[in-house]
C-alpha cells in the first residue's frame, strides 16, 4: 500500500525544546517537500530535496532544518529558534520522471501546538 | 514575488449545479499548474492537474487554462454536498518545476 505517512498526527511540545516531524514514503519519489500552514495562509515552503544529501531552503525555512539520508525519509526538525511554530505542517512528494509534470502528493500531516 | 491568487470564498452552491472557482498567476514562466481539495482539517488531495491550453475534463470536475491572460479556473459540475471543502490552486515556481505556488485556497459550500 503505497503512501506517505506523518507522525505523530499531533505532537504538543514546551516553548523552548527542539522537535523532530517524521515524513516516510514508499512511492519511490525522488523529491520530498515540507509546507507549513497557518489558517488564512495557505501552504508555505519550508525546504525542499531533489535527491538524497541534497535539500535547499524555501520562502521560510529560518527556525527549521531537516535531513536526507535516505531517499524515502525527510524528517524536519522545528528548533527553538522558530518564533511562531504552532502550526499544521504537510510533507509532500513527487516523482521527478520525464513524463510527470512535478505533481505533489501530501502526507496526512502533523499538527504541532507549542505552549 | 511570484503570487497566486484565489477568492477566499465562501462560493456557495446548490446541489446539481456548477461550481467555478477561479485562480490567476503572476508568473508567465509557470508551466504545470494543479487543483487540490481540502476538507477541514485534512491534508490536500490532487484532483486535477493541467499543462496545456484550453481544457480537460475529468469526471464531473473540468479544468481551463489561458497562459494568454494566467488564468487558470476549475469547473464542478453536479455539485454535490460532499464537494463542499476548500479548493487550492498551484502552479510551478520555476522552469525546473522544482517548487509549487499555491494559492490560499477557496471556500467551497454546496448545500443539499
Known amino acids: 500500500d503505497g503512501g506517505i505517512t506523518q507522525s505523530p498526527k499531533y505532537l504538543f511540545r514546551k516553548e523552548g525544546q527542539n522537535v523532530t516531524l517524521s515524513c516516510e514514503q514508499n512511492?519511490?519519489?525522488?523529491?520530498m517537500y515540507w509546507y507549513r500552514q497557518d489558517p488564512g495562509q495557505g501552504l508555505r515552503l519550508i525546504y525542499y530535496?531533489?535527491?538524497?544529501?541534497?535539500?535547499q531552503k524555501g520562502d521560510i525555512a529560518e527556525g527549521y532544518s531537516v535531513s536526507r539520508e535516505k531517499k524515502e525519509s525527510f524528517p524536519l526538525t522545528v528548533t527553538s529558534a522558530q518564533k511562531n511554530p504552532t502550526a499544521f505542517y504537510l510533507c509532500?512528494?513527487?516523482?521527478?520522471?520525464?513524463?510527470?509534470?512535478?505533481?505533489?502528493?501530501f502526507g496526512p500531516g502533523t499538527r504541532l501546538t507549542v505552549t | 514575488q511570484k503570487e497566486v491568487e484565489q477568492n477566499s470564498g465562501p462560493l456557495s452552491v446548490p446541489e446539481g449545479a456548477i461550481a467555478s472557482l477561479n485562480c490567476t498567476y503572476s508568473?508567465?514562466?509557470?508551466?504545470?499548474f494543479f487543483w487540490y481539495r481540502q476538507y477541514s482539517g485534512k491534508s490536500p488531495e490532487l484532483i486535477m492537474f493541467?499543462?496545456?491550453?484550453g481544457d480537460k475534463e475529468d469526471g464531473r470536475f473540468t479544468a481551463q487554462l489561458n497562459k494568454a491572460s494566467q488564468y487558470v479556473s476549475l469547473l464542478i459540475r453536479d455539485s454535490q454536498p460532499s464537494d463542499s471543502a476548500t479548493y487550492l490552486c498551484?502552479?510551478?515556481?520555476?522552469?525546473?518545476?522544482?517548487?509549487?505556488?499555491f494559492g490560499k485556497g477557496t471556500t467551497l459550500s454546496v448545500s443539499s
Open positions: 509532500a512528494s513527487s516523482p521527478r520522471t520525464s513524463g510527470s509534470r512535478y505533481e505533489q502528493y
Open positions: 512511492l519511490n519519489h525522488d523529491a
Open positions: 530535496s531533489q535527491i538524497v544529501n541534497d535539500f
Open positions: 508568473d508567465r514562466g509557470s508551466q504545470s
Open positions: 493541467i499543462y496545456s491550453n
Open positions: 498551484a502552479v510551478t515556481a520555476n522552469q525546473a518545476g522544482t517548487a509549487l505556488i
